[in-house]
């Protein structure tokens, strides 16, 4: 449905593992201010990562965006999908290889529990390759926030997340 004309803090997080990783990440930010709609605010440095989900595949290169955005939450996954389709976006094994991967993290304080779309991300706070670079753009959102962290250098650590 419409929604009054309210800007929203969306955190974004880019993952690639195929082909050429930078390029597809920075294709992809790219892309994702080409359009109307989103204003770009903060990215986070590039992290190399290990595969989280249990999938044996090659490592992540990742980064945190924080933009701030007109749009509805299914216009941003709309257009989210349409980028990772027009980098080749094969959804082959879920959890799988990709060439890109656009997680809505938060849309504001907006809570969804649509399938498509479940807002905050329901897996985002267990990951170090989402809340390490976040951490750096929005120290309190990670460290203090429901998403609490006891020790992101840790979960950084365990979880194979390093900054390149
Ligand atoms: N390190 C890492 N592991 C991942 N597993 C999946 S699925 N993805 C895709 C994002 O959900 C990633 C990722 O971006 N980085």
Aim: aromatic share 6%; hydrophobic share 45%; proline share 6%.
């Amino acid at each position: 449905g419409g929604h009054m004309l309210i800007k929203h803090r969306v955190v974004l997080s880019l993952g690639s593992n195929l082909g050429d990783r930078l390029e597809n990440l920075q294709d992809a930010v790219d892309a994702l201010f080409d359009a109307p709609g989103l204003t770009f605010l903060a990215l986070s440095p590039v992290y190399e990562t290990a595969p989280w989900g249990g999938v044996e595949q090659d490592d992540f290169l990742n980064v945190v965006v924080i933009a701030e955005t007109l749009l509805t939450p299914e216009t941003l996954l709309e257009r989210s999908q349409s980028i990772e389709e027009s980098l080749r976006r094969e959804r082959v094994v879920r959890w799988g290889p990709r060439t890109l991967d656009i997680d809505i993290v938060q849309f504001g304080e907006l809570v969804s529990d649509a399938p498509e779309l479940t807002l905050p991300h329901p897996r985002a706070h267990e990951r170090a390759f989402v809340l390490v670079p976040w951490a750096l753009l929005e120290p309190d959102a990670v460290l203090t926030g429901h998403g609490r962290v006891a020790d992101l250098a840790a979960a950084a650590g365990e979880q194979g997340v390093t900054r390149r």
